[in-house]
Each structure stands twice: as structure tokens, then as C-alpha cells.
């Protein structure tokens, strides 16, 4: 079985010879008596065992994060590797000059060259987010910033851990592992739309640690 399940079947063991304890106890007064050893020995091992497993299992919730992070980057990168190969194809295609043509191009650029070809590259964004000292959630739950590359300069001034992880239409595009007491970077490369950031430590996000980030 795995830690899940070995988990919630401890707890399950507890709460049920709570209630058999509790049962018994009111309907016996001398209840525990010379069972008490008996009786904390089989709570105090599935206490251990419940604590034990719950710790495993959100070590593996973790871990598993780490991987769908490193992957989705993986992904982002290789589509930006693709992207710029495919302007410099075009790049070289547009350059080349026909065969057979006697006239040369005025220094400056030929007539008719596509607008915006100037300064193409999109703008560069920082943002500023923190998580609360005291509670699990972040300082802003809404964020704006333009098409291009994003960057978040995140502060986790709390003893708990938090990260920051930027999705959209339920795929992870970016993020970092969770840190504690500092300060941490996140950088996408986003085109226009509406996106989600949220702290990926397991029970954060259901607590409230999301907000919407639109890009123009």
C-alpha cells in the first residue's frame, strides 16, 4: 500500500478505538484498569504511525510538484528554442537578395518593410509579491503586466514555506521550489491573456494562496 493509504488507515484506526475506548469507559468504571499500558501502547502506535505516513506522503505530493515543474520548463524552453530558430530561418530568407536583381537596397531598409520590425523584442516586467507573515496568503491577489518576459521578485518573510507557480488552462508554465525566510526570482516569457499564480505547497492553494496575473 502506499503512504496515502497507510496514512488515512492509521487515522482511521485511531478514531475508531476512540470511540470503542470512549464506549467502553462509560459503561465500565474500573475500564482501563490493568489494560491502561495495553491501551496507550496500541494509541501510541498508530499516533507514530498516522504522523510517520502523513510526513512520507507529503514529501512524494512534493516531490511530484518538483517533477510537473521541471517538466513544464523543459517544455517552455524548448518551445522558445523552436520559436527563435524559426525567425532566424526567416531572417535569413528575407535577407538573401533575388537572383538576377540589379538593384541594390538604400541603406536603411528596402520599401515596405513590415512595421514594428524595430524593437520586436517584448517588454520586460518586474513584479513584486509576498507572502503574509502570519496567515497563508499572498500580499496582492491580482497582478498586471505586459506581453514579454515577466519577472516576480517573491518575499517569504514566514517560517512556513511558500513558492510562487504561474499556470494557465491548468498547465504549470514556471515556478520554483518552496523556500522559507527569503526572497526568490521567477521569470516566464508570457504573450497576452489571463493567468494564475498560486503557492504549490499542498493545502495552500485550497487555503486561499492564488491570484489572477493579466498580461496585455
Not at 512520507?56 to 517544455?75: C, I, Q, V
Not at 538573401?96 to 517584448?122: D, F, T
Not at 503557492?199 to 498580461?215: D, I, N, Q, Y
Request: glycine share 12%.
Amino acid at each position: 500500500m502506499d503512504n496515502e493509504t497507510l496514512f488515512y488507515l492509521c487515522g482511521g484506526v485511531l478514531a475508531v478505538s476512540a470511540i470503542v475506548v470512549t464506549a467502553v469507559g462509560l459503561k465500565s468504571e474500573k475500564f482501563p484498569g490493568r489494560a491502561l499500558p495495553l491501551v496507550v501502547v496500541w494509541f501510541a502506535i498508530f499516533v507514530v504511525g498516522a504522523a510517520t505516513f502523513a510526513v512520507r506522503y507529503s514529501t512524494e505530493e512534493r516531490e511530484h510538484k518538483e517533477h510537473e515543474l521541471a517538466l513544464a520548463n523543459e517544455e517552455i524552453e524548448a518551445a522558445e528554442g523552436d520559436n527563435t530558430g524559426d525567425a532566424a530561418d526567416l531572417g535569413s530568407e528575407e535577407s538573401a537578395p533575388e537572383e538576377g536583381s540589379q538593384e541594390e537596397e538604400p541603406i536603411g531598409g528596402a520599401e515596405g518593410e513590415p512595421e514594428g520590425s524595430e524593437g520586436g523584442a517584448g517588454a520586460a516586467t518586474t513584479l513584486k509579491l509576498a507572502a503574509d507573515e502570519a496567515a497563508l496568503a499572498f500580499d496582492k491577489t491580482e497582478l498586471d503586466a505586459k506581453a514579454g518576459k515577466l519577472t516576480i521578485d517573491f518575499d517569504n518573510p514566514s517560517a512556513i514555506e511558500h513558492n510562487v507557480v504561474i499556470e494557465a488552462d491548468g498547465k504549470e508554465l514556471a515556478g520554483f521550489e518552496p523556500i522559507v525566510e527569503g526572497e526568490e526570482e521567477l521569470s516566464a516569457d508570457l504573450k497576452p491573456g489571463t493567468y494564475t499564480f498560486f503557492c504549490s505547497v499542498p493545502g495552500h492553494r485550497e487555503a486561499g494562496m492564488e491570484g489572477t496575473l493579466k498580461v496585455q
